[in-house]
């Protein structure tokens, strides 16, 4: 691994996901060259999404990849529902594909 360089903050105005991303990606002191080697992707494409009014937003697919390298998953849940119930849900899935 490289050595890690503080990744800036994305500008105001970048969508939450590409916000998120970057947070944790920094939180886990893990460089987007990084990155983008284990997940299969190039670092420019993942230096784009936090460019002001970029339209290379992250397609869903190489969002969930890179997430998957810092060791987080993408989820789709229901709005409003409560970390209780969305643990609930997640068992409930994950006893079914047992």
């Not at 893990?30 to 290379?56: C, F, V």
């Not at 998953?73 to 997640?90: A, C, M, N, P, W």
Request: net charge positive; hydrophobic share 35%.
């Amino acid at each position: 691994m490289r050595k890690y360089r503080t990744l800036k903050p994305p500008p105001p105005g970048t969508p939450s996901l590409v916000r998120q991303f970057f947070a944790l990606a920094h939180a886990e002191r893990m460089g987007l060259q990084d990155i983008a080697d284990r997940a299969g992707y190039n670092a420019e494409t993942i230096k784009h999404w936090k460019l002001p009014n970029s339209p290379r937003l992250p397609i869903v697919t190489t969002l969930q990849d890179c997430l998957q390298v810092l060791g987080y998953d993408l989820v789709i849940r229901r709005v409003g529902t409560s970390h209780k119930e969305r643990f609930e849900e997640q068992r409930e899935r994950d006893m079914s594909n047992a």
